[in-house]
């Protein structure tokens, strides 16, 4: 029977994670084959977009589908291997910063945005938004939407059914890395277990959009420009993370890194450095935030 591969004498063999499900993972492998992973002990820290290494122990066919059974040995996060073609940016001239207000009249200008605007004029992008089975002549016609409203109502089920399509088909779509991320970030009880695994879709999708925006990227992506909001919304997930699970240094540059990408800040994100410059730990920031 022709499996389209063969495990034959292999130690190992790599897969990339599309959709991680409680009795398998949809997967391929990096060469592109499709082929759904039976793990010896249920995956439940893994999320779509991760490489796996597998000690491959069986492979079969049924009803047109590969099956793969065998041992997790570790995973890993190396987008460059994924063979993603990069999100495009599409350019929106030059952003200069006496276009932009900067506080109330007479107000002294925030000191986060003061090397910013000191930096001076830069090139302004809008990054391409990938929602695959959007119906662009239907606003209300969204997956995302439709995941969304489905996981606010409970019915989980639906909603990760629908991220597993979209990611399925498209690993680039940054708002289901986001909302994802946002699911386990916000369940209750709260534990670092839920936040590591939120930190995993985040960071999927900050490093999607870090391919696509090249190494030394130094524009500005707006958030007032819709399709950038899904990486900025990674970008603000990954961080709170970071942030949370003790990694404090790190979540500082990937705020830092927010304001100079989106100078505006439409996302609060200088009240984030506030409390972490003044040694705030991640706890009291969110009793207060809650409070």
């Known amino acids: ?3 389209g591969f063969s495990i034959e004498g292999l130690l190992e063999i790599e897969l990339v994670a ?5 009795r398998g993972v949809r997967c391929r492998l990096l060469t592109g084959e499709s082929v759904t992973l039976k793990p010896s002990r249920q995956i439940w820290h893994e999320v779509a977009g991760q490489i796996l290494k597998i000690k491959p122990n069986k492979l079969w066919k049924y009803a047109g589908t590969s099956y793969l059974s065998g041992e997790l040995l570790s995973s890993r996060i190396s987008i460059e291997e994924l063979d993603l073609t990069p999100l495009l940016l599409e350019s929106h001239g030059t952003w200069t910063p006496k276009e932009d207000i900067w506080g109330e009249k007479d107000e002294e200008v925030n000191p986060y945005f003061v090397p910013v605007i000191q930096a001076g004029p830069r090139p302004m992008f809008e990054m391409e938004q990938i929602i695959p089975g959007e119906d662009p002549e239907d606003p209300w016609d969204d997956p995302i939407l439709q995941a969304s409203e ?3 109502c409970g019915d989980y089920v639906s909603a990760y059914k629908i991220m597993e399509k979209i990611l399925t088909t498209d690993l680039r779509c940054l708002d289901a890395h986001s909302h994802l991320g946002n699911w386990d970030f916000n369940s209750e009880p709260a534990n670092n277990y839920r936040a590591e695994r939120a930190k995993l879709h985040y960071e999927i999708g900050v490093k999607i959009g870090e391919h696509s925006l090249g190494p030394n990227f130094n524009g500005v992506l707006k958030w007032g420009m819709v399709d950038n909001r899904p990486f900025l919304r990674c970008l603000h997930g990954y961080g709170l993370c970071l942030w949370r699970l003790g990694e404090i240094s790190e979540a500082r540059k990937i705020f830092d890194r927010m304001i100079w990408l989106n100078p505006t800040d ?4 200088r009240f984030l450095l506030e ?4 040694g705030e730990p991640w706890d009291e920031f969110q009793e207060k935030e809650s409070s």
């Open 18 to 22: 599309l959709a991680v499900k409680d």
């Open 1 to 3: 029977m022709n499996q």
């Open 150 to 152: 489905h996981y606010e």
């Open 275 to 278: 409390s972490i410059d003044a």
């Open 266 to 269: 439409n996302q609060g994100i």
